[in-house]
């Protein structure tokens, strides 16, 4: 089944305690995406990759890191998490050609103590 | 900077009834890409329905149809003979085409729909 797999779901944290949350696709899609959703303001660009080694920063990479050693995963990186960081967080890919839609994974919600 | 507008942050309707979500757009470009997306309370991200700015005939997915007016950069979403299912979190997307394939979607802050049985 063609999926977009994020872990953990769920986590609650702590200030300054590093987290990673992982995002997997088994499309072979080039490209991929980092969201997060705020209550009234929608989904906003972190950082996003066109391929292996080649990621840019999206609207609001303040805070996060990413990368992109293989095809299949991007994982999102919080170094020194803080309580603003608290929100939803999608994953997404697609292939190449701007006419195909994204496909996202289920969402990760973290909460920053 | 593109802009999505969703003026409706909360809409109601009853089941089997037809609802209009409204959406607007701001961009000085004639070729992109419009899109739909339900988010139900799951927090799944699922795309309805997209559009291509150059299409003139606008998209329609089963009981999903757009009104896509370029002249006046609105695109609303219609749902007819509304199901139980329906409810969710609806999102308007802006996407526009960029050299090396860097684009990315810009999304409205969505509308609320329920559906009353």
């Known amino acids: 089944e063609a999926q977009v797999t994020q872990n953990p779901r769920y986590l609650i944290t702590v200030t300054g305690k590093k987290l990673t949350v992982t995002c997997s696709q088994n499309?072979?899609?080039?490209?991929m995406s980092w969201y997060r959703q705020d209550p009234g303001l929608g989904l906003r660009q972190i950082y996003y990759s066109m391929n292996v080694e080649v990621t840019d920063k999206g609207d609001v990479p303040e805070g996060y890191k990413v990368s992109r050693k293989e095809k299949r995963n991007f994982p999102l990186i919080l170094e020194s998490p803080s309580p603003n960081q608290t929100s939803l967080y999608f994953c997404?890919?697609?292939?190449?050609?701007?006419?195909?839609?994204?496909?996202f994974g289920d969402g990760t919600r973290l909460s920053i103590l | 900077a593109q802009t999505v507008t969703q003026s409706q942050p909360e809409m109601s309707v009853q089941e089997a009834e037809t609802v209009t979500l409204s959406c607007t757009y701001d961009t000085s470009e004639s070729n992109y890409y419009l899109f739909w997306y339900k988010q139900p309370p799951s927090r799944q991200m699922i795309l309805v329905i997209r559009q291509e700015a150059y299409k003139q005939q606008n998209a329609t997915e089963n009981r999903f149809s757009v009104n896509f007016q370029k002249a006046a950069k609105s695109f609303s979403l219609k749902i007819s003979d509304s199901q139980l299912g329906d409810t969710a979190m609806y999102f308007c997307a802006f996407m526009k085409p960029r050299p090396g394939g860097s684009e990315k979607l810009v999304f409205g802050k969505g509308t609320k729909l329920t559906v009353n049985p």
């Open positions: 997404a890919s697609r292939t190449s050609g701007v006419h195909q839609p994204q496909h």
């Open positions: 499309m072979n899609h080039e490209y």
